[in-house]
């Protein structure tokens, strides 16, 4: 991603209020709460890029629903957003101790990332107090799931080469254009959608952030088949899609202000103040160890060193992504450091997937390890899913470490004179 200098944004994480509950109180009443009232943790109900009947997959996001719900009537829903759109107003911490008291336990996570961060995080640092008020208790509730309309299929890893349009028709915006990799559109109820708005500027100072409705006239989503049958990734036709001016996202043309931020909460992911996504348990069906004692291959040479690697692996980001998460939210470290997070996490993961491949050695193809094999073979997704490692690269080059920043040719070039597909736009 192409480092552009922006305007300053609002801090990164939510105010430290003064609360009535310590954070250990706090931790009690929680885990008092999750064993009397949550199931098990079970990875084939998480979401993920499994080869799963469309059926299956809708039973799965009607029961992330509930749980939301189950959630948020507990009082353990938007646990650090503020009270008046519809949390708890209380801390990170709070949050944090809320997500470790949750390892082991089922959780909606359909309902988590995106819809809780990056949305809800971009809707609190810039919407208007009309769209919070009536956005963030729905998602809250689990009866809005949100996605992310930003990669298009022309522009690779430039978000900021946007050409999805947004032509202003007095009250309205009319938006023409077409979106993909969206994990999760079909199901899902409402985006936030990059579009430009000013070819006759550089690309970073043409964009606008817009709030719509997927489900609506004007807007096709087609699933994209993976290599293991997976149907989750998506792609979105826009044609003449009106959309209301209140529904516009921070100022005409400030789509990347906007932009940069919901890029560092995504990145963030886990981390983030706003959403619950807890560790997986030590042992289930997919970790080294459960794969090993199944596959009989414990005792052969080099697999308790693997098992040993993947663990490291576990326990070197959960504190990678704590200290990330802290030093942005106390501002010790620049935001766009969440670019370190996404780094570690892609390149983890990819190499996770590999070693549960080598462990389960000849035996990975047999329908007891599920889909252990599908993963190996779609691990490179981690690295491109959610911003291409080499875009993390280049913004702690850039932005984190503040080294030169990469020859642009289009530099100060309005959009509209920059070459695309051998010609200008017209």
């Known amino acids: 991603m192409e480092a552009e200098t922006v305007h300053a944004a609002p801090s990164f994480g939510p105010d430290e209020p003064s609360v009535s509950e310590d954070v250990e109180s706090f931790r009690l009443r929680a885990r008092e709460w999750i064993r009397a009232n949550l199931g098990p943790f079970r990875p084939e109900a998480v979401a993920g890029l499994r080869k799963v009947t469309r059926e299956q997959e809708l039973a799965a996001v009607g029961n992330d629903r509930r749980l939301q719900r189950t959630l948020y009537d507990a009082g353990f829903a938007g646990i650090a957003i503020p009270v008046e759109y519809g949390g708890r107003g209380l801390t990170a911490a709070h949050q944090r101790a809320f997500t470790e008291e949750m390892a082991g336990f089922e959780y909606p996570s359909r309902c988590q990332v995106p819809t809780l961060s990056p949305c ?6 810039f919407g208007t107090e009309e769209q919070k008020r009536r956005h963030i208790p729905a998602m809250l509730r689990g009866e809005e799931i949100w996605m992310q309309f930003l990669s298009e299929p022309s522009g690779g890893s430039d978000v ?13 915006w009319v938006l023409n254009g077409a979106k993909i990799w969206t994990t999760g559109a079909w199901y899902s109820d409402w985006a936030l959608c990059l579009a430009r708005t000013n070819w006759d500027v550089p690309k970073h100072r043409g964009l606008t952030v817009f709030i719509l409705p997927i489900h609506q006239p004007g807007i096709e989503v087609h699933q994209i088949e993976m290599l293991n049958g997976a149907r989750e990734f998506c792609q979105e036709f826009l044609t003449d899609v009106r959309v209301p001016d209140s529904d516009r996202i921070g100022e005409v043309d400030g789509g990347w202000t906007v932009g940069t931020r919901w890029m560092s909460h995504e990145r963030l992911l886990a981390e983030s103040p706003y959403v619950t996504v807890p560790a997986k348990p030590a042992i289930s069906d997919r970790s080294p160890v459960e794969i090993a004692c199944r596959a009989g291959t414990v005792d052969e040479s080099g697999v308790r060193d693997l098992i040993g690697e993947d663990r490291m692996l ?11 998460g802290t030093g942005m939210m106390s501002g010790r470290i620049p935001e766009q450091s969440a670019a370190i997070g996404r ?12 070693i549960e491949f080598e462990v389960a050695g000849d035996a990975v193809w047999d329908e007891e390890f599920g889909d252990a094999g599908d993963v190996f073979l779609m691990r490179q997704v981690s690295c491109i899913g959610g911003g291409t490692t080499e875009m993390a690269r280049n913004v702690i080059s850039e932005r984190v470490l ?9 530099h100060n070039v309005p959009f509209r004179e920059v070459p695309r597909g051998g010609r200008r736009s017209s």
């Not at 809800?120 to 640092?125: F, S």
């Not at 900021?160 to 309205?172: F, I, L, M, Q, S």
């Not at 503040?402 to 289009?410: I, K, L, N, Q, V």
């Open 343 to 354: 780094l570690f996490r892609g390149i983890a993961e990819s190499r996770r997937a590999t």
């Open 402 to 410: 503040g080294m030169p920043r990469e020859a642009r040719s289009d």
């Open 120 to 125: 809800a995080a971009v809707l609190l640092d």
């Open 160 to 172: 900021a080469g946007a050409v999805t349009t947004a032509v202003r028709d007095g009250d309205d």
């Open 314 to 324: 576990d326990v070197v980001g959960s504190a990678l992504q704590r200290r990330l």
